[in-house]
């Protein structure tokens, strides 16, 4: 039997390799592996979760497959750690979310309802963000016909100029008695442009803007709730709190607060495997456009991961790795699947085929990525690649000497 196996792999053709489990095991097969610890992501929501007054719920936002970082586990690990309102951009994922969650939480899609899906909505208990009078409009023409008060969120624009009803759209509806007819809506939100910049005078404009739009509308739905704050909001203080919280990137390990030390857990750490080191001879050049220089000595370290995995090719020259504990820096240019670094510094025992380079760690964190990409720390999660081996840790574990 196995033996005529083995003489049907060689001659048949790769169509019929397809189904054969390989035998090698995906962490040796990949090129870099990056490890998600869920503990710290609950943590992290206990620690925002204690922030805000007891009667506030803090959802979370898990748009964009959980900021890169995979809707399922981090959904699950969140519903833990006892979250029951959740955040995402589409429908898609809303609707992936209630199958992984189940009936329970409260499900919004931030990017409203696009035509022809109110019924989906319905049936898979999603609450839509109405942002403008095309939104409402639809949806009250929809709860009209079923005859049903579906829940909603009406979204008010307070000085972004992105998405929600403009001061004049949100009075216009107001004055109307049927502008919200058949509505049901569970909170009204709006969204804060410069919560990182805790001094920046646009947050309690935002604020100002925000209460008197909500007061306007209690006089017609006296039971809405009401959302302002994002991660970052939530550090601005209590005022901003109101009924709902939707932090997002501080869950993940990004500092809301840019300006000062970062209060949240660090929830990444991305390594990538050394395929060959590389003593120069003489002096010379490494990588595309020969863009670096090298002396003649150094020591190359070349690794399986690049700008594919999401690395971005703006970190050429300015990235930073960790090997051994010492940080190596990026030389020359980011290639597709390839990226060189610096381990002149680093003992031969560590600098070897085999190894890993820290690329996200505790040390060069993801804001620290973000900053010399000239980029936020969210961009750099929600572009990790597709490539990586996947880790999942879900006990709390003992902590590495910070
Ligand atoms: C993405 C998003 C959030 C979460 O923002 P973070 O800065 O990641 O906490 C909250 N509200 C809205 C409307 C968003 O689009």
């Known amino acids: 039997m196995i033996l005529k196996a083995v003489m049907l792999s060689r001659t048949s ?9 390989s035998a090698s095991r995906p962490e040796d097969r990949a ?3 990056l490890t998600i610890d869920l503990a710290a992501i609950a943590e992290n929501w206990r620690i925002l979760k204690k922030r805000v007054a007891p009667g506030c719920d803090m959802g979370a936002v898990v748009k964009s497959d959980a900021y890169g970082l995979g809707l399922e586990p981090v959904a699950r ?16 994922g809303a609707i992936a979310l209630r199958h992984i969650l189940g009936p329970g939480p409260r499900i919004a899609c931030l990017n409203g309802p696009n035509k022809g899906t109110e019924r989906d909505h319905a049936a898979f208990k999603v609450m839509p963000v109405l942002s403008t009078p095309e939104h409402v409009k639809a949806w009250c023409a929809y709860a009209l016909k079923e005859e049903v008060l579906s829940e909603s969120i009406v979204q008010v624009d307070t ?7 403009s001061e004049r759209e949100f009075a216009g509806l107001m004055d109307d008695p049927d502008g919200f007819l058949g509505l049901h809506p569970q909170m009204i939100m709006s969204h804060l442009a410069c919560a990182d910049e805790g001094a920046n005078p646009m947050n309690r404009a935002q604020l100002g803007r ?11 739905f006296p039971d809405a709730k009401a959302s302002l704050a994002n991660s970052s909001g939530i550090f601005l203080g209590p005022e901003w709190h109101f009924d709902y919280a939707r932090p997002g990137a ?13 209060p949240m857990l660090p929830v990444v750490n991305l390594k990538a495997r050394i395929i060959q080191v590389r003593r120069v001879d003489s002096p010379g050049h490494v990588g595309y456009g020969a863009a670096a220089h090298v002396q003649e000595g150094a ?5 399986s991961m690049g700008y594919a995995d999401g690395y971005l090719r703006s970190l050429s020259a300015v990235g930073l790795g960790v090997l051994d504990g010492l940080k190596v820096p990026l030389l020359g240019r980011v290639s597709m699947d390839l990226m060189t670094f610096d381990v002149s510094n680093v003992p031969d025992s560590a600098a070897q085929p085999g190894a890993f380079i820290d690329i996200i760690s505790n040390v060069v964190t993801v804001d620290d990525v973000a900053k010399a990409a000239g980029t936020i720390g969210y961009e750099i999660l929600t572009s990790l690649g597709s490539r990586f081996h996947r880790r999942y840790i879900t006990a709390p574990q003992p902590r590495a000497g910070t």
Do not use: E, S, W
Not at 77 to 85: E, I, S, W, Y
Not at 250 to 262: F, H, I, M
Not at 299 to 303: F, G, L, S
């Open 250 to 262: 501080a869950l993940y390990g990004v500092n809301p607060t840019p300006k000062a030390p970062n």
């Open 159 to 165: 000085g972004m100029h992105r998405l929600g009803l």
């Open 210 to 220: 925000f209460r008197a739009m909500r007061d306007t509308f209690r006089t017609r």
């Open 77 to 92: 690990a969140l519903q833990g750690a006892g979250c029951v309102t959740f955040y995402v951009a589409h429908l898609d």
């Open 31 to 33: 090129g870099a592996i």
């Open 13 to 21: 053709p790769p169509a019929g390799t397809a189904a054969r489990p």
């Open 299 to 303: 020591k190359i370290a070349t690794v």
